[in-house]
């Protein structure tokens, strides 16, 4: 099985990835908790955190947008019972503040207070919250699709895993504050995952590249001929004949538990965990 020739895709069903009440509730939250940190803690980690992952995931969402990894519908908002459709880029910036910002406060701000059993059940009645709103929601329609195999993807998980162990091996004095922060990432995105997914809000796709190509005639494809008996539409007139042609690559994979454990799994722990973890090493040592 080759990984970069297959196609494996997140899909997303529900209005989450186009609600954008839901992601300023989450963006004010999570600034929040960055100030709650400034003021009893003094320390501006979370504020520069949540700022610094918010901007560069910003970029990421558009980079994202533009080469068509992530398939997502217009952001909207609802207000006094109408909804609005936001700007483009301020969707995307709403999409990187959560996608970014939120999962890395999360992680610092409880990670750093795990053994205080206050923040502990703070921690779990904000899970308890996420599965409660997972729970009410009704629209199962697909809003976005996003392929995690893409070269450029693995290629920037890459380089986040070598900049991560070459930053905790400069500075192994960082090293428990960012196993904290990273397992509070995992443990809050895996009943987010779970419960989306059991819910039917989140699945996978997985396209088999096929050893040999098959062709699907289109049904109005011109079939007159010329005088040589050639077809109309072949390669050396007007209209290619291959334009009139479905090129079939790809067979779509009976999905299993395995596979669903496994790419959920990378998801959580590379592309949030080992992901977001960069984003301390970046701004904060």
């Known amino acids: 099985m080759n990984i970069l020739e297959n196609k494996y895709y997140i899909i997303r069903k529900g209005n989450f990835a186009t609600n954008g009440n839901t992601k300023i509730f989450y963006s004010i939250f999570s600034t929040i908790l960055c100030m709650d940190d400034y003021i009893n803690r003094n320390s501006k980690d979370c504020i520069f955190l949540l700022i610094g992952s918010t901007i560069i995931w910003s970029f990421v969402e558009l980079f994202l947008h533009i080469s068509k990894t992530r398939v997502i519908k217009p952001m909207y908002i609802t207000l006094f019972g109408g909804k609005q459709e936001l700007p483009q880029y301020l969707g995307i910036i709403l999409q990187g503040f959560q996608e970014g910002g939120l999962i890395t406060t999360l992680g610092l701000y409880f ?24 729970y009410i929601k009704k629209n ?5 699709e996003r392929q995690i195999n893409t070269f450029s993807s693995v290629m920037l998980i890459g380089i986040a895993t070598i900049y991560n162990s070459i930053k905790i091996y400069q500075h192994p004095q960082h090293l428990y504050r960012q196993l904290t922060m990273f397992s509070s990432m995992v443990y809050i995105s895996s009943f987010w995952t779970f419960f989306a997914w059991y819910r ?13 190509y098959s062709f699907i005639k289109n049904e109005n494809e011109n079939n007159n001929t010329d005088n040589n008996g050639n077809d109309g539409n072949d390669g050396n007139n007007g209209n290619n004949g291959n334009n009139n042609d479905n090129i079939v690559k790809y067979n779509i994979k009976k999905i299993t538990a395995f596979d669903i454990f496994i790419i959920f799994a990378y998801d959580i722990f590379f592309e949030i965990g080992v992901a977001y973890l960069f984003f301390y090493n970046l701004f904060l040592i």
Request: charged share 20%; hydrophobic share 45%; net charge positive.
């Open 111 to 134: 990670g750093d207070r795990l053994s205080d059993y206050r923040y502990l059940i703070f921690l779990h009645l904000f899970i308890l919250f996420i599965i409660s709103n997972i």
């Open 140 to 144: 199962t329609i697909k809003s976005s």
């Open 200 to 212: 039917g809000f989140r699945t996978i796709e997985i396209h088999l590249k096929k050893s040999s």
